[in-house]
């Protein structure tokens, strides 16, 4: 069991608490045991509607080979998209960026401890197949590049993360992100329900994110009918 998400109020992570593989939930503990044990970080984004994100936990994260392999030369997150979507937005920028476009979850990111990524993807099975790379083989070769050739992972990182911040600059100006939080608005407003409450039609999860993005909305704005 993973001493550090037992005590996790994510439903997504405390079925996670079970796996052999040593979890950390995003925190600083877990980038100072990296650079400290010089280690790279294997990050695992998903939530828990996520069939995908089941089916690679139940193939690769209860797999014991793959726990060991993961416990002895990685330091290893795993996040709630539903609960931290500020993190699941930014890696998800970068693996789509990474992969052509083929973003999804699980969410697989292989990072320093600076939180600069050097090779992204989504779900992989326990071994190659149709053309897909196997995570048990992805994992060995990820760990010797990182003994042998680790300079060479850095300067990857280093280039993605400058690539990244440039196009945040391009496309992210004030103007836009204001029209982005209008058509959120906008959006929000044209699908709740004012009868049953909630929003769209059933079945209604509720979305911590989006009921925590309309709340400080509607105090920054003194916005009543957003409350």
């Known amino acids: 069991m993973s001493n550090h998400l037992k005590n996790s109020a994510s439903p997504y992570l405390l079925q996670h ?108 099975p326990v071994n190659s197949r149709y053309g897909m790379p196997g995570f048990l083989e992805l994992l060995r070769e990820i760990s010797q590049k990182w003994n042998t050739h680790q300079n060479q992972l850095l300067k990857s990182a280093d280039f993605i993360t400058t690539l990244m911040k440039q196009e945040e600059n391009l496309y992210q100006t004030t103007d836009e992100k204001r029209n982005l939080i209008k058509d959120a608005i906008k959006q929000f407003s044209g699908s709740f329900d004012n009868v049953y409450g909630g929003f769209g039609s059933a079945p209604k999860f509720p979305a911590a994110h989006n009921l925590l993005f309309l709340l400080l909305y509607a105090k920054q704005n003194e916005d009543s009918n957003i409350l």
């Open 17 to 124: 608490a079970e796996n052999p593989v040593n979890w950390y939930p995003w925190c600083e503990e877990a980038f100072s045991r990296a650079r400290i044990e010089d280690k790279p970080i294997f990050l695992s984004i998903g939530y828990s509607t996520c069939h995908w994100c089941h089916v690679m936990a139940h193939e690769s994260f209860e797999h014991q080979e793959i726990a060991e392999i993961l416990n002895q030369h990685f330091i290893n997150i795993k996040v709630d998209r539903e609960e931290r979507p500020d993190i699941d937005s930014v890696y998800m920028s970068v693996c789509q960026a990474m992969t052509g476009g083929n973003g999804g979850w699980p969410m697989s990111i292989f990072m320093t401890w600076e939180k600069k990524p050097f090779f992204a993807g989504t779900y992989f």
